[in-house]
């Protein structure tokens, strides 16, 4: 399975990005799904997940900003980011997790919030 992330880009605080991961075969069924964040110099963090029942969750500092979501007939996970602020310059990462623990991870997509 590939993962292949789009959609980052500068945008100023305040602003909104829509983060794409475009799987490379339909995955929702088996896999729990999740949109990582990682910070110059920082440890990756989780940012969301959405499991394979449909249940959401995000970190406190997203919530009520960010949305993830899926697209099943296109295999493709979003994360709406709304409300941006600085300190969440990141590389974003998306992760598929099947029962048995197997993960993969796409390359990660570049996300600037700067004035």
């Known amino acids: 399975i590939q993962l292949v992330e789009s959609g980052g880009a500068s945008v100023q605080p305040g602003g909104s990005l829509r983060l794409s991961c475009v799987a490379s075969q339909s995955i929702f069924a088996f896999y729990d799904m999740a949109w990582y964040r990682q910070a110059p110099g920082k440890q990756r963090e989780l940012v969301a997940t959405?499991?394979?029942?449909?249940?959401?969750d995000y970190v406190d500092s997203v919530k009520g900003r960010f949305s993830i979501s899926r697209e099943g007939a296109k295999n493709t996970l979003h994360l709406q980011m709304d409300n941006l602020i600085p300190k969440e310059t990141a590389v974003y990462y998306c992760?598929?997790?099947?029962?048995?623990?197997?993960?993969?991870w796409g390359q990660g997509t570049q996300v600037t919030v700067s004035s």
């Open positions: 992760k598929a997790e099947n029962m048995a623990g197997w993960e993969n």
């Open positions: 959405v499991a394979v029942g449909g249940g959401r």
